[in-house]
């Protein structure tokens, strides 16, 4: 990868991490973002997500020389697409935003380049990117194709990201990474691009098992949870303490049952499942069951709410603490402890919502204009509260007291006050 460039589509929750550990293992990466402000603030050195360890290398980075971002796409030997990749209706993966880039990238092509598919999608969907590009580049080809005119080629793969937020900046380094190209050479050049910044094993496969990969990842996890969610329904109903069940269930030697919450959220285990299911529906009974065990537990608790509120005269106050999708963190996407305390607010027009996120310093778009909501301190919330809604197990909230609580009516969906 020696004197190589790098051009990375979408400065995100993964392309920005992903973007400077490589630049800081010495590679010439740009950040390509359709963002004006955020790619302002990126090059003052300022993080625009809440990732530790990120602005200390970000900086870094900058004053290297190997990492600029900018508004306007550049030409680069490597392209790596790193941008959102939500669901349609019928949960087939919207294209808009993998074709955006790949119309950007198109006319920067000259023959020789790899363009790298980072973003989680469903099986073919690489090639249907490398089709978007071929079919605006009617003059280039392939690697792998019929190429008897002898037309310039260009290298597709598919490599997913597999980090967790909040820990982003050490696993990009330590975990093992899938690296599916649609040939050798691809899978070759792949290769070499990740191993510049990767320290784990670099696992070759081709690009629709590598996007499947993924997928099976998230989906096995999604499975778990609703194991676990679906034991918390039914301890309710039978009046058990269901972490009490889980930690002694867990004692057995070949059982480990993972903790309910109030739903599953985040780009990926929130949504992947559903490729899998859009992808072959007639063969994937038990991920769609967990995916609508899981996507039924905010209902759950919005009706504990309801029922607590049959206590309380119009105006009582419920604190929602948490908005993000998993604890210290400031990602809303697919946030089930979001759209709750959206749900609640609507639902309760009587009743104020005090919501608590200390990961932001604003309520997100979609809440600003409830006049029912207010973004408040979570000490504050919790003084003033007559219900308490725990959500998401931020490290503020473990420090609550029970003389904080005393009085109060408490719904803890994490386990952490029980």
């Known amino acids: 990868m020696t004197n190589q460039t790098v051009a990375f589509v979408g400065l995100g929750y993964i392309g920005l991490p992903t973007a400077v550990v490589m630049a800081n293992s010495g590679v010439d990466v740009t950040g ?23 602005e200390e290398e970000l900086k870094q980075a900058i004053e290297s020389g190997n990492f600029r971002a900018t508004t306007t796409q550049v030409h680069a030997q490597t392209y790596i697409i790193a941008v959102p990749t939500p669901f349609t209706d019928d949960y087939s993966v919207d294209m808009k935003y993998i074709y955006s880039a790949a119309e950007a990238i198109a006319p920067k092509l000259e023959g020789n380049e790899l363009v790298i598919l980072e973003s989680t999608s469903p099986p073919l969907t690489t090639k249907k990117m490398a089709d978007k590009i071929l079919e605006l580049r009617p003059d280039l080809v392939a690697d792998g194709a019929e190429n ?40 070759k050049r792949a290769t070499a691009v990740y191993a510049t910044f990767c320290e784990a094993e670099l696992l070759p496969t081709n690009d629709v098992t590598a996007e499947m990969a993924k997928l099976t990842e998230n989906s096995f996890r999604d499975v778990n949870i609703a194991f676990a969610n679906e034991l918390s329904l039914i301890a309710d109903n039978l009046d058990i303490n269901v972490w009490e069940l889980i930690e002694l269930a867990n004692h057995h030697p070949r059982v480990n049952i993972l903790q309910p919450g109030p739903g599953v959220g985040g780009h990926c285990i929130a949504v992947d ?6 992808s072959d529906p007639q063969n994937s009974r038990l991920i769609r069951t967990a995916r609508e065990v899981n996507d039924g537990k905010p209902k759950w608790v919005i009706d504990k709410v309801a029922e607590a509120l049959n206590g309380y005269q119009t105006g009582a106050k419920i604190a929602t603490l948490g908005m993000a999708f998993k604890a210290n963190i400031d990602d809303l996407r697919e946030s089930p402890a979001l759209n709750i ?28 204009d409830i006049k029912n909501i207010t973004l408040t301190a979570y000490d504050q919330a919790i003084a003033d509260a007559d219900i308490v809604v725990l959500l998401v197990d931020h490290h503020e909230f473990k420090g609550v007291s029970a003389a904080q609580l005393k009085g109060k009516t408490i719904i803890d969906t994490k386990g952490l006050w029980v």
């Open 341 to 368: 305390t959206k749900e609640l607010a609507n639902r309760f027009v009587d009743q104020t919502i005090l919501a608590v996120e200390p990961n932001v310093s604003k309520l997100p778009t979609d809440l600003e």
């Open 273 to 278: 499942p559903w490729f899998i299911v859009s």
């Open 148 to 187: 008897p005119e002898g037309k310039p080629v260009i290298y597709f793969a598919h490599c997913p990201e597999r980090i967790l937020p909040g820990k982003a900046m050490e696993e990009l380094r330590t975990n093992d990474r899938i690296i599916g190209g649609q040939t050798e050479e691809a899978t």
């Open 32 to 54: 390509v973002d359709v963002n004006e402000k955020n790619v302002e603030r990126i090059n003052r050195g300022e993080v625009t997500i809440v990732e530790p360890g990120l």
